[in-house]
């Protein structure tokens, strides 16, 4: 960290997507904090380490988990409170199960369950207050990418949020850059690219939030492995990674984790 600098605790999430029972989910928690304890004690105080599981599998991982600084990211929720809203998961429940963080405007939420940025947004005014923090997930299709419109898409989903919370999520709010062409496909965008996007965020949340914007960790997500993820967390603004498909293997998101401590 160069001297001056805000200092932003690395913060790395593994989004399981629909993959892993309870069963697997507990099996992989044990197999985790024991890679982990290898390291020694100490070393999570300078890292947030989360676990987005399928709903399902929160109230058994949260059991796993317990007694170790892992902590429990949900991936989803609906905006009202309570109601008709069949198959939906209310944040009062999150809260109920002790997640810290949720997922929200996920590009295969927008993409293949047709959520808005209106709806996300809604989603972000339910967490203002809550023990929950939302990680916003923002990022350009390849066609939006190709007609040079990645910094103004990503803006517009920032902003609808932004707009619809004022202050309310000043000290809650992380960010997801996540490429929609790099999510599941072994695509990653270079360094510079990836710093590019991130440095338009940052400055967006200080537009909006003031020197606080500062402090508002910007996660990198698409493809993210061990063997990338050094490079991807040198650039100033990349604070930490949302992880999808190394996420299903304990040895490559422990390294990477591990890695990511460099940045601390
Ligand atoms: P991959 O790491 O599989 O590209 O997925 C990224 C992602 O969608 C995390 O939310």
Redesign the pocket.
């Known amino acids: 960290m160069k001297p001056g600098s805000p200092h932003r605790r690395p913060l790395v999430v593994a989004?399981w997507k629909m993959n892993f029972t309870p069963g697997e989910a507990s099996d992989f928690a044990g197999r985790l904090l024991a890679l982990l304890a290898k390291r020694g004690p100490g070393w999570i105080e300078a890292l947030d380490l989360a676990i987005a599981p399928a709903h399902p599998a929160l109230d058994r991982l949260r059991g796993a988990l317990s007694g170790s600084d892992v902590q429990l990211a949900a991936q989803n929720l609906h905006p009202a409170a309570q109601g008709a809203y069949t198959g939906e998961v209310s944040l009062a429940m999150l809260e109920d199960l002790g997640c810290r963080f949720v997922?929200i405007g996920?590009?295969?939420r927008r993409h293949l369950f047709g959520e808005d940025d209106e709806f996300i947004a809604a989603k972000a005014s339910r967490l203002v207050g809550s023990s929950v923090r939302p990680i916003l997930?923002v990022g350009e299709t390849l066609e939006e990418r190709e007609a040079g419109e990645t910094l103004d898409r990503v803006t517009r989903q920032l902003a609808a949020v932004l707009d619809a919370t004022g202050d309310g999520l000043a000290s809650q709010l992380v960010v997801?850059y996540?490429p929609v062409w790099?999510?599941?496909?072994g695509r990653t965008a270079t360094p510079d690219d990836a710093q590019a996007v991130h440095a338009e965020i940052r400055k967006n949340l200080i537009e909006h939030f003031g020197e606080s914007g500062r402090q508002t960790r910007i996660l990198y997500?698409?493809?993210?492995k061990p063997s990338n993820v050094r490079e991807l967390l040198a650039q100033p603004d990349l604070d930490g990674a949302?992880?999808?498909?190394?996420r299903l293997d304990p040895e490559a998101f422990a390294s990477i984790a591990l890695a990511s401590l460099e940045k601390s």
């Open positions: 989004n997922l996920h590009s295969e997930c997801a996540e790099a999510i599941g496909t997500g698409g493809s993210v949302l992880v999808g498909g190394a």
